[in-house]
């Protein structure tokens, strides 16, 4: 099974943006959907946001609503997640994994990226 890798993460300012990607080379069958998570420092993984890639309907969490913008690029096999107007709130490891529904149970996801950081200062 192909491992999607994150990329994107880095240091910003509040009030700042990031776009994360999340590629799946090599991959030939996508997943039923693909969710971001985040885990920050000293808390479990949350839900962010997750697509399908069939219809790409969309979910978020109502932390993020609004404010992250989840998409497909179908030609790179790639999941990116634009992230506007961070809190410092919002510093995390984000990590991407395939999903087999559109919601927001950790239990129906599975291979994950290894993750990348975002860090936001105030």
């Known amino acids: 099974q192909v491992q999607p890798v994150e990329s994107g993460g880095g240091w910003v300012q509040a009030g700042g943006s990031l776009r994360l990607s999340c590629v799946y080379s090599?991959?030939?069958?996508?997943?039923?959907?693909s969710g971001w998570f985040r885990q920050p420092p000293g808390k479990e993984r949350e839900f962010v946001a997750a697509i399908t890639w069939g219809r790409s309907d969309t979910y978020y969490a109502d932390s993020v609503k609004g404010r992250y913008t989840v998409s497909l690029d179908i030609d790179k096999n790639t999941v990116h997640l634009q992230l506007n107007n961070l809190t410092p709130e919002d510093t995390a490891v984000y990590y991407c994994a395939d999903g087999k529904s559109l919601g927001d149970d950790l239990n129906d996801y599975n291979n994950w990226g290894q993750g990348t950081q975002v860090t936001v200062s105030s």
């Open positions: 090599g991959r030939i069958i996508a997943p039923y959907a």
